[in-house]
């Protein structure tokens, strides 16, 4: 019997756990989470906030689930420390965990910039259910808001406050939204669409100043002095690992936790998953940190496996975005716009009547990134060519016609053909 | 567990697969009323063509399925009894996750009703309709082969 430990019950720590129980109906599997939740969809709060949906449609697992599968769940409990020499965690309430195979799972928070007045009341990171609860109880009494970046968690919330009847501004620091996602054509169709449903988007400003009044947010002043007047601050600039429980160990860690094509720390029976974790980047071809769902449930079930005694190797991750704004449909798929262009090719079509925009980047005839905006088929195929590293020569021209699909690299794709006889 | 296999040889590429498939789920069931509904029925299967053959396309229902993994609303999941993806509208908001993930681009998003269009196995009826539609035999439905 062993004991296994996960610390974070979302997208990692739940398919972990389900791999352990697949391949370990024996020991005890516990979950340790910070939050105040049984497993939820993090990335539908903006849509609970919007009240696209109700509380009960954002439980990620029945309720059952942890007692059916024999787990162990801990809520409310902070680990503040692994201490990987004597095999065991300790929680801010000083209590101890000890464990043979631990999984950090801890995922990432809200960064805060810098800035007079961010700790105020009245501003908000955008990243857990309780965010977007303590939101949605101002509501009544906010008229206007701002959102500081144009990132996916900023304009989500800003399509969730609008939906609200919240005047929403989305302050943006660079020249073009989403711009750790989009290039600047397909940025500009997503913004063109947020604009007419009545989003404001002010580029190349940034925030300079949040102004309260007796503990009320009155403005915030831009960094051209020019102040406009709202009573919500929503901080959507970007997020980062939580990685304070490892400080002073053996677990390397760089922007995240390095993460092995086991998704093994350096420490052999830590393993690490999900938004914490830093893993090699199939096209970057270097270690990053890709916070992002589906993912975090893949690495999640791979380190689950290997920590019940498996040995699945994880391929890597890279970038793959997929999202939605009023009816425009995007995804993004890795590198989107490579540093220094040289060396690289594009196929791009745009048709601006129909909002139809599509760029493939390639490098030596194998496909590294995608974006797409205004239609969205075929996503799944160039998502699997980048992944494959299958070589396009053969098929280059048909690649963004609308006759492109499966049966074109069904010869060149690492699984043997099935369902045709 | 019965899946659809295709007979490569037999396909003439004629989409009767693919209007039966669209009638089979509109909310009618019948060839007119269905072009009239408000949100057009898309087939779930879509007939490709590569080097002079042609190809029916429609969700395998994967174990290890990309678009199950990728659902972050938990509206896919795999049924393993009924050896199949099964989808809950309910839960679905349209992020279109799947649509990104699977291998087969088997699954195209209906913007306009903000639904991932995948087949079903027409799950309701003794059998996928698009295996009487086909005129030449080419659909095959039969027990899944041991090397899958």
Known sequence: ?421 | MKQLYYDIKKCLGCKSCEIACSIAHSASGELFKALREEFLSLPRKKILSSNNKNYPISCRHCKDAKCVDACMAAALVYDKEKGMVIYDDKRCIGCWMCVMVCPYSAIRPDKKSKVPVRCDKCKDKDQPICIKACPTGAIIWQEESVNK
């Open chain 1, 1 to 421: 019997m062993k004991q296994y430990v996960v610390i974070g019950n979302s997208a990692a720590g739940i398919a972990a756990v389900e791999a352990i129980r697949q391949a370990d109906k024996e020991s005890k599997i516990t979950v340790v989470s910070d939050e105040d939740y049984s497993s939820y969809c993090r990335c539908l709060i903006s849509y609970y906030l919007a009240g696209d949906i109700k509380e009960e449609k954002i439980s990620y697992r029945p309720q059952n689930f942890y007692k059916e599968n024999n787990i162990e769940l801990l809520l409310n409990k902070k680990v503040t420390r692994v201490d990987p020499k004597k095999n065991r965690v300790v929680m801010a309430d000083k209590s101890q965990l000890g464990y043979d195979s631990l999984l950090i799972a801890t995922g990432a928070s809200s960064k805060f910039p810098e800035l007079k007045g961010i700790k105020k009341e009245g501003v908000f990171g955008f990243r857990t259910l309780k965010d977007a609860k303590d939101i949605a109880g101002l509501l009544p009494v906010v008229k206007s808001a701002c959102v500081l970046g144009g990132g996916l968690i900023g304009l989500k919330a800003a399509y969730a406050l609008k939906k609200r009847n919240i005047d929403v501004k989305v302050i943006i620091k660079s020249g073009q939204v989403l711009s750790q996602v989009l290039d600047l054509e397909a940025a500009q169709l997503v913004q063109k669409r947020l604009e007419e449903n009545g989003i404001e988007v002010i580029l190349g400003q940034d925030v300079a100043e949040i102004i309260s009044d007796e503990g009320e947010i009155k403005a915030v002043k831009l960094d051209s002095g020019k102040a406009l007047g709202v009573s919500l601050v929503v901080v959507g600039k970007g997020v980062s690992p939580n990685i304070d429980l490892i400080k002073d160990t053996a677990i390397k860690v760089n922007e995240g936790i390095i993460s092995n094509n086991n998704l093994q720390t350096s420490v052999p029976n830590i393993y690490a998953a999900g938004d914490v974790a830093e893993t090699f980047d199939i096209t970057l071809s270097e270690f990053s940190v890709n916070a992002l769902w589906p993912l975090a449930v893949e690495q999640g079930r791979i380190a689950g496996a290997n920590m019940a005694g498996g040995n699945l190797n994880y391929e890597g991750s890279l970038g793959m975005n997929s999202l939605e704004f009023f009816g425009l449909p995007t995804v993004s798929l890795g590198l989107f716009r490579p540093k220094n262009p040289e060396g690289f090719e594009e196929i791009r079509m745009m048709d601006e009547n129909s909002q139809i925009y599509k760029k493939l980047i390639l490098k030596n005839n194998f496909l590294v990134g995608a974006v797409l905006a205004g239609n969205i088929n075929n996503s799944g195929l160039f998502l699997r060519l980048i992944r494959e590293k299958i070589e396009v020569s053969s098929f280059k021209e048909k690649l963004l016609q609308e006759n492109f699909g499966y049966p074109d690299i069904m010869g060149l794709v690492k699984d043997k053909e099935q369902v045709y006889v």
